[in-house]
């Protein structure tokens, strides 16, 4: 790992070069490599591809641990952004409903209030006016029952 963090590979390009074991150099005098140093190379090689194996792998868990977590935090953040901005957005609303409200209300009283004007002055009785009046009509029909009964029973009905 660097010092950062992040995984640090090294690749060399281009062929090593390779140094003839004792035992190669006296073989039979032939070009060919001894068999048992082809199977030790192979061997060796198959055991450094295992490793490099190895460390792709903990290179890629430890890349994907970072990622998941830097995810993980964005996650987090976002949702409460989302939070934020649904919370400001449902006050606003209700403000603007609130202001709405009022609105209508003025305006039905504004209207109410011009009926109301209008219809005075053409001589159509208020409704407070009518209820006044249904009043005094029913309390004049009780005092005539009142009348009414007193005479049926005076002194000539027996």
Request: net charge negative.
């Amino acid at each position: 790992m660097s010092d950062n963090g992040q995984p640090r590979i090294n690749v060399t390009r281009g062929k090593r070069s390779r140094r003839r074991t004792s035992s190669e150099n006296q073989s039979s005098g032939s070009l060919l490599p001894n068999p048992l140093s082809v199977v030790s190379g192979m061997m060796q090689r198959a055991q450094e591809l295992w490793w490099a194996g190895l460390g792709v792998i903990s290179v890629a868990e430890d890349a994907s641990a970072k990622v998941f977590n830097a995810l993980v935090e964005e996650g987090k953040s976002w949702e409460q952004a989302q939070r934020e901005r649904r919370k400001e957005t449902a006050e606003r609303v209700e403000e603007l409903t609130k202001e709405g409200t009022q609105a209508v209300e003025a305006v039905e009283e504004r209207v109410r209030t011009e009926v109301n004007e209008a219809l005075h002055r053409i001589g159509v009785p208020h409704r407070d006016d009518i209820d006044e009046l249904r009043d005094q009509i029913d309390s004049l029909a009780d005092r005539m029952d009142q009348l009414a009964d007193a005479i049926d029973s005076g002194p000539n009905n027996p």
